[in-house]
Every structure is written in structure tokens, then in C-alpha cells.
């Protein structure tokens, strides 16, 4: 068992109050666990050493795993990084909202936030509880996402309490995030050649539009073990359950039939006909039809409760189609079903 690293997590409303001693919180160095309209992240002071030290810490994050630098206006962006007008651009049309932007940072910002790299990754969320939060503390707050490395990601702040309570002294509770999973990270070092380093909501058709220049999609880059990721989000093996997820291109009566009695399988929507299914099987489905935006709502909620319900093996119908969540669920999936390898803890304790 880890060592704890608080007494007590305490979960708060976001009233005026709550959140003029969560700011207060966060400009001594401790650390909140924040909604965001992607995932609950864990944050803390961005240019603090310390601070950031805590939030690898309370994950058990490697070192070599940058973390996202969240902001509340465009003002602050400047002291962070290198802003090109490319950025500006694109900031001007998706921000606040789910895209993450790297650029080459300024002296500022610790070593430790980018995991030595001469670039920071900067984001400016659209949750209106968490942007009251930095407007409060006047801090850019280093936010990744608020569970133990590796594992699912939390869509609820009782998803975090479940994973870090005990490890982190408090948790904003801003309700279910609205998106589900983590935000597009767009690459601009060299903003002649944009390249989409993580899928999320933002499609890369939507970015090209705005700069007028192609994008380059993102083509499932991953990360060697043992070598910095440029962003999160990259590394071969990530948002893994404990229990063994297989990929299921699309499920048929084959697939009903091949579901053994510790079996979960996952449909991305409902059936239109129903299949015989074996005793202490499950059959869950994510959309009532093929609605991307509600299967990623549900996605993490979803693998959370399969992971914690006894089943041997979670199968997951991969979603088809271009859509940017499509492709965002394609990709944590995979992550998620790639096995682990030596070394590589992903439970939540």
C-alpha cells in the first residue's frame, strides 16, 4: 500500500466561500482535484516546483510524463510560452474549451511541469466552476487528470474519491463532466506544420480550417517506454481497468455467442435484436443509437463499473466513423487493451 499523503480528502461545493479557501489552497502548494468539462484533473500550483512535485506524487506519475497548464485568460498564456499567431488563432476560435496547445516555453516554468522539455503544454478550460477557481487564485494551475497513472480517467468527483481519497486533501465537486474524455493536444512548435499529437473532441478538419493549412491527424504515436512524452496522453499503455479489455471491431451474433459467464461486453449502442446471453455475462451499451458525444459521456463511468464488478474480461465494441469523439474513443481503447508490460502498475491502489 502507498503512503498516504493526506489524512483526509475533503469533497466541497463550489460556493464562494469554498472556493476562496480552495484558492488559498492552492497558492500554499497543496493540490485540488478540479472538473473540467473533459475529466476531473488534479491541480496544482503550475509554477510552484513543490506543487508539482505533489502531483506526481499523489499519481504516481513518472517524471517523464509532462503535465497540461491550465489558464483563465490569454494574458497569462504570454508569461508561459512562445505564442505565435497561429496560436492566437486557433485559442480565438476553441478556447475556452477541450484543446490543449504546445508551444515553446518561457523560463517560468518549472523543468519539473514538462518533464525537462523546452515546451509547455497550455490549456484553457471551459468549466464555469473551474474557471472561477483560477480567476480566484490567479495561479496557471498544472492539471492532469485526477486518477492513479495509468488507470481510467475520472468523470465524477466520487470517481476520484474512489482512487486518491486520502491522498490529496480536497476535491471540487462541479458534477459529471460534460465530454468524458481528455482534451485534442495540438503540436504549434512549429506552427508551419500543426500536427494533432492526441485525439479529443476538436477534429483536426475543424483546426485546419481555422489555420488555413493542413493538420496532420493524429496517427497513434506512441511513446517508447522510458522516454519523455512530449504531451500526456501518448504512451503505449494508459486508461487500462484492472481487469483484462478486449478490443471488438463489431459485435455480431459471433461475439454474443463467444461471451463466456465472467464476460462484460460493451456496445457502443443499443441492439436492435436481442442475443442470448450466458449466465453472469453483462451487456452494456453506451448511446441509445450511434451518438458519439453520449458514448464518450459515458465511456470511463461505464469501464469503472465493469472494473469493480467481478468480471473476468471487459470487451468493448470499437466506434466506427471520423467524428473527432469517434476517433478520441478509438484511441483510449486501444491504450487501454494494449498489454502491460513488466513494471507497469495501473491498479487504483
Same mark, same amino acid.
Given at each position: 500500500?502507498?503512503?498516504?499523503?493526506?489524512?483526509?480528502?475533503?469533497?466541497?461545493?463550489?460556493?464562494?466561500?469554498?472556493?476562496?479557501?480552495?484558492?488559498?489552497?492552492?497558492?500554499? %502548494?497543496?493540490?485540488?482535484?478540479?472538473?473540467?468539462?473533459?475529466?476531473?484533473? =488534479?491541480?496544482?500550483?503550475?509554477?510552484?516546483?513543490?506543487?508539482?512535485?505533489?502531483?506526481? #506524487?499523489?499519481?504516481?506519475?513518472?517524471?517523464?510524463?509532462?503535465?497540461?497548464?491550465?489558464?483563465?485568460?490569454?494574458?497569462?498564456?504570454? #508569461?508561459?510560452?512562445?505564442?505565435?499567431?497561429?496560436?492566437?488563432?486557433?485559442?480565438?476560435?476553441?478556447?475556452?474549451?477541450?484543446?490543449?496547445?504546445? =508551444?515553446?516555453?518561457? &523560463?517560468?516554468?518549472?523543468? *519539473?511541469?514538462? @518533464?525537462?522539455?523546452?515546451?509547455?503544454?497550455?490549456?484553457?478550460?471551459?468549466?464555469?466552476?473551474?474557471?472561477?477557481?483560477?480567476? !480566484?487564485?490567479?495561479?496557471?494551475?498544472?492539471? /492532469? @487528470?485526477?486518477?492513479?497513472?495509468?488507470?481510467?480517467?475520472? !468523470?465524477?468527483?466520487?470517481?476520484?474519491?474512489?482512487?486518491?481519497?486520502?491522498?490529496?486533501?480536497?476535491?471540487?465537486?462541479? %458534477?459529471?463532466?460534460?465530454?468524458?474524455?481528455?482534451?485534442?493536444?495540438?503540436?504549434?512548435?512549429?506552427?508551419?506544420?500543426?500536427?494533432?499529437?492526441?485525439? %479529443?473532441?476538436?477534429?483536426?478538419?475543424?483546426?485546419?480550417?481555422? *489555420?488555413?493549412?493542413?493538420? !496532420? &491527424?493524429?496517427?497513434?504515436?506512441?511513446?517508447? /517506454?522510458?522516454?519523455?512524452?512530449?504531451?500526456?496522453?501518448?504512451?503505449?499503455?494508459?486508461? @487500462?481497468?484492472?481487469?483484462?479489455?478486449?478490443?471488438?471491431?463489431?459485435? !455480431?451474433?459471433?461475439?454474443?455467442?463467444?461471451?463466456?459467464? %465472467?464476460?462484460?461486453?460493451?456496445?457502443?449502442?443499443?441492439?436492435?435484436?436481442?442475443?442470448?446471453?450466458?449466465?453472469?455475462?453483462?451487456?452494456?451499451? *453506451?448511446?441509445?443509437?450511434?451518438?458519439?458525444?453520449?458514448?464518450?459521456?459515458?465511456?470511463?463511468?461505464?469501464?469503472?463499473? *465493469?472494473?469493480?464488478?467481478?468480471?473476468?474480461?471487459?470487451?468493448?465494441?470499437?466506434?466506427?466513423?471520423?467524428?473527432?469523439?469517434?476517433?478520441?474513443?478509438?484511441?483510449?481503447?486501444?491504450?487501454? #487493451?494494449?498489454?502491460?508490460?513488466?513494471?507497469?502498475?495501473?491498479?487504483?491502489?
Amino acid at each position: 500500500m502507498p503512503k498516504r499523503l493526506a489524512t483526509r480528502t475533503q469533497r466541497l461545493t463550489g460556493t464562494p466561500r469554498n472556493l476562496a479557501r480552495l484558492a488559498a489552497a492552492l497558492r500554499r %502548494g497543496d493540490l485540488v482535484a478540479v472538473p473540467t468539462e473533459t475529466v476531473y484533473g =488534479l491541480a496544482g500550483n503550475a509554477l510552484d516546483p513543490k506543487a508539482c512535485r505533489r502531483i506526481f #506524487a499523489a499519481k504516481r506519475r513518472p517524471t517523464n510524463d509532462p503535465l497540461i497548464v491550465h489558464i483563465h485568460e490569454l494574458g497569462q498564456w504570454d #508569461a508561459l510560452a512562445e505564442v505565435p499567431p497561429e496560436a492566437l488563432l486557433v485559442a480565438g476560435a476553441f478556447w475556452p474549451g477541450p484543446l490543449t496547445i504546445v =508551444l515553446p516555453k518561457k &523560463p517560468v516554468v518549472p523543468d *519539473l511541469a514538462t @518533464s525537462g522539455l523546452p515546451s509547455v503544454a497550455v490549456r484553457m478550460p471551459a468549466h464555469p466552476l473551474f474557471r472561477r477557481l483560477l480567476k !480566484t487564485c490567479g495561479l496557471p494551475l498544472a492539471a /492532469p @487528470s485526477a486518477n492513479p497513472f495509468g488507470y481510467l480517467s475520472p !468523470t465524477t468527483a466520487q470517481h476520484v474519491l474512489d482512487n486518491l481519497s486520502g491522498r490529496i486533501p480536497f476535491v471540487l465537486d462541479g %458534477g459529471a463532466c460534460d465530454i468524458g474524455v481528455e482534451s485534442t493536444i495540438l503540436d504549434l512548435r512549429n506552427p508551419r506544420r500543426p500536427v494533432i499529437l492526441r485525439p %479529443g473532441a476538436i477534429h483536426a478538419d475543424d483546426l485546419s480550417r481555422v *489555420l488555413r493549412c493542413a493538420v !496532420t &491527424p493524429y496517427r497513434g504515436k506512441k511513446t517508447p /517506454p522510458g522516454s519523455t512524452a512530449v504531451a500526456p496522453g501518448m504512451l503505449e499503455q494508459h486508461y @487500462s481497468p484492472r481487469t483484462p479489455l478486449v478490443l471488438v471491431g463489431r459485435a !455480431t451474433a459471433a461475439t454474443f455467442k463467444s461471451l463466456g459467464s %465472467g464476460d462484460a461486453l460493451v456496445l457502443m449502442a443499443k441492439p436492435t435484436r436481442r442475443f442470448p446471453v450466458p449466465s453472469g455475462a453483462s451487456v452494456r451499451w *453506451l448511446s441509445a443509437e450511434h451518438d458519439p458525444a453520449a458514448a464518450a459521456h459515458s465511456l470511463f463511468t461505464c469501464l469503472r463499473k *465493469l472494473d469493480t464488478s467481478g468480471h473476468s474480461r471487459i470487451l468493448v465494441e470499437l466506434p466506427r466513423g471520423r467524428s473527432a469523439l469517434a476517433e478520441a474513443m478509438r484511441d483510449r481503447l486501444t491504450r487501454a #487493451a494494449a498489454k502491460t508490460r513488466p513494471g507497469t502498475d495501473v491498479s487504483p491502489e
